[in-house]
């Protein structure tokens, strides 16, 4: 009789171990959720597309690239903002990602090639006494991108 207690004793710890090692083996090998995929470029890509098939006319009447240095970023703002004003009108900065930011003036349509001129040289002075414009405004687009 003990004889068949050892063997019950025996299939049950081989049972046991077997047990527990599937669990310890579903739960090694279980599979790691994969993350997140990488969706930020999707939306330029969706809004480039659509401006592009759509045919939107562009918001401003007049568009300009500077290149600038991330750390000057306020002092180029201000710079712009104080031309504007310089020339009869006024800007606001636009909301920004990581390659830069937008500015859009609103000018005398005389005054838009003067201030493109000083907003690209800006050790250029521009003329001080400009004659009173008429009530119709330019929008200038002023896209500031930063160094790499």
């Known amino acids: 009789m003990v004889e068949g207690h050892r063997k019950i004793l025996v299939l049950a710890a081989v049972f046991s171990a077997g047990l527990l090692a599937g669990i310890a083996l579903v739960i090694f090998l279980q599979a790691k959720p994969a993350p997140a995929p990488d969706t930020s470029g999707l939306k330029d890509l969706l ?6 098939q759509i045919g ?23 710079r712009i903002k104080t031309l504007a004003a310089r020339f009869g009108g006024t800007a606001i900065q636009g909301t920004g990602n990581a390659t830069g930011t937008d500015v859009l003036a609103e000018i005398s349509p005389q005054f838009t090639d003067q201030f493109l001129e000083a907003l690209k040289h800006p050790e250029k002075k521009p003329v001080a006494d400009l004659p009173a414009g ?12 930063f160094q790499s």
């Open 47 to 52: 809004l480039n597309t659509a401006q592009q």
């Open 56 to 78: 939107l006319p562009p918001l401003a009447d007049v568009e300009v690239e500077l290149t600038i240095d991330r750390r000057k970023l306020d002092d180029e703002i201000e």
């Open 134 to 145: 008429d009530n119709q405004n330019a929008l200038v687009q002023v896209r500031l991108r």
